[in-house]
């Protein structure tokens, strides 16, 4: 089983940043892909980035290029997200997810196995 639980949500203003943390447990953890994945209220759930086990290649979703930066620590067992230039439309519960080494920086939600329970993020205007 593998365990992953996201911290460093809040709520900021528009313009402002947050830095989210991934703590994975449970298996070797740098073996395996990483993502972030939002979901805002009535939506369904959507690719915001992700890394390969390495952390040699990253992908994002086009509305969080060059604002948002995904990173991972294996000797921490942790991945990172660094959010910058916070919008209002990026209010979302956000939930990191581990996949097999085989996915690379998969967008799709069905090819990774295990979730987080989320955390909150709110930007106000």
């Known amino acids: 089983q593998v365990q992953l639980v996201e911290s460093g949500g809040g709520l900021v203003q528009a313009g402002g940043s947050l830095r989210l943390s991934c703590a994975a447990s449970?298996?070797?953890?740098?073996?395996?892909?990483m993502a972030w994945f939002r979901q805002a209220p009535g939506k369904d759930r959507e690719f915001v980035a992700a890394?390969?086990?390495?952390?040699?290649?990253?992908y994002y979703a086009d509305s969080v290029k060059g604002r948002f930066t995904i990173s991972r620590n294996n000797l921490k067992n942790t991945v990172y997200l660094q959010m910058n230039s916070l919008k209002p439309e990026d209010t979302a519960v956000y939930f990191c997810?581990?996949?097999?080494?085989?996915?690379?920086?998969?967008?799709?939600?069905?090819?990774?196995?295990?979730w987080g329970q989320g955390t909150q993020v709110t930007v106000s205007s």
């Open positions: 449970g298996r070797t953890f740098s073996g395996y892909a």
């Open positions: 890394i390969t086990w390495s952390g040699g290649r990253t």
């Open positions: 997810a581990s996949g097999p080494t085989g996915i690379g920086v998969s967008s799709s939600r069905k090819l990774y196995d295990y």
